[in-house]
T-cell receptor, first 116, second 110 residues
Framework: GAVVSQHPSWVICKSGTSVKIECRSL??????MFWYRQFPKQSLMLMAT?????????EQGVEKDKFLINHASLTLSTLTVTSAHPEDSSFYIC????????????FGPGTRLTVT | GQNIDQPTEMTATEGAIVQINCTYQ??????LFWYQQHAGEAPTFLSY????GLEEKGRFSSFLSRSKGYSYLLLKELQMKDSASYLC???????????FGKGTMLLVSP
């Protein structure tokens, strides 16, 4: 099946620093990637939709200057959390849509971010 | 707006059958998805329904009634490894993203 990887799987950073999370589709081309955030015992909340070669579309309430998304190729999207604060601590999950089968979304393993 | 409801928790016994319900009210409809998520891991795709009826895939089946805004996921011959959160998600139009329910935590006991 389609495989999506994320790196790092977990990261601890100090308040005020920036953290970059990578999302890669390993064996398929993903024209669209999605970034979600999940708090403990909560569902996945969509942060933004990223299309290759164009600007990301952010959901209401998500600060685009704080959560920078770049989708430079059909297999790579990055999320950079800038000037991180403890309230940004969460589980960040990316998802990629298979180019030729747009009804399926495949999820990465997630990145646990802890801001101290 | 979008609203997706599913029970918070369910318990069942190994070997039994369990049905997890999901109701939705969305501005449009272009498919209902079920995902399984183990703690600390990403969701994995289980099923997709866009037409009314039952879709069977091994021990898992998913049912959809569009007129009622209702779906269920049926798990047969439960195993301990089926203990996980089950997420119902709806896509409201073609090529849009998914809106997820809060998930149903299923605990399978011996």
């Amino acid at each position: 099946g389609a495989v999506v990887s994320q790196h790092p799987s977990w990261v601890i950073c100090k308040s005020g620093t920036s953290v970059k999370i990578e999302c890669r589709s390993l064996d398929f081309q993903a024209t669209t990637m999605f970034w979600y955030r999940q708090f403990p015992k909560q569902s996945l909340m969509l942060m933004a939709t990223s299309n290759e070669g164009s600007k990301a579309t952010y959901e209401q309430g998500v600060e685009k200057d704080k959560f920078l998304i770049n989708h430079a190729s059909l297999t790579l999207s990055t999320l950079t959390v800038t000037s991180a604060h403890p309230e940004d601590s969460s589980f960040y999950i990316c998802s990629a849509r298979y180019r030729d089968r747009d009804y399926e979304q495949y999820f990465g393993p997630g990145t646990r971010l802890t801001v101290t | 707006g979008q609203n997706i409801d599913q029970p918070t928790e369910m318990t069942a016994t190994e070997g039994a059958i369990v049905q997890i319900n999901c109701t939705y009210q969305t501005s449009g409809f272009n498919g209902l998805f079920w995902y399984q998520q183990h703690a600390g891991e990403a969701p994995t795709f289980l099923s997709y329904n866009v037409l009314d009826g039952l879709e069977e895939k091994g021990r898992f089946s998913s049912f959809l009634s569009r007129s009622k805004g209702y779906s269920y996921l049926l798990l047969k011959e439960l195993q301990m490894k089926d203990s996980a959160s089950y997420l119902c998600a709806v896509r409201d139009r073609p090529r849009s993203t998914l809106t997820f329910g809060k998930g149903t935590m299923l605990l399978v006991s011996p």
